[in-house]
């Protein structure tokens, strides 16, 4: 399984971005698929995550600023990115959670991540 990601880049405070991360290959069933940040000297963090089922978890920091998409048919995550802050500021990796085949072990699989920057 592979994970693309694009639409990273630089962004204004109070401005807009949007991600997205497409999942391909053999994928029998996915669990939820999600969003994830790192910035320098920290340790990688949850930001949004979206169950197969509809239930979303946001960090508090995101909430009501961020919002997590999915199309199940395409495999693919969005992470809409609202009035971003500075300390946004990071690299973000995409997380599918899933099995290959019926009754398969549970697999979390990452994109290549995307910078996101904050600044003006």
């Known amino acids: 399984v592979q994970l693309q990601a694009c639409g990273g880049g630089l962004v204004q405070p109070g401005g807009s971005l949007r991600l997205s991360c497409a999942a391909s290959?053999?994928?029998?069933?996915?669990?939820?698929m999600g969003w994830y940040r790192q910035a320098p000297g920290q340790q990688r963090e949850l930001v949004a995550v979206?169950?197969?089922?509809?239930?979303?978890n946001y960090a508090d920091s995101v909430r009501a600023r961020f919002t997590i998409s999915r199309d199940n048919a395409k495999n693919t995550v969005y992470l809409q990115m609202n009035t971003p802050k500075p300390e946004d500021t990071a690299v973000y990796y995409c997380n599918l959670n899933w099995r290959r085949v019926n009754g398969g072990r549970i697999r979390d699989s990452w994109g290549q991540g995307t910078q996101v920057t904050v600044s003006s």
């Open positions: 979206k169950t197969s089922g509809g239930s979303t």
């Open positions: 290959g053999t994928i029998f069933s996915v669990n939820a």
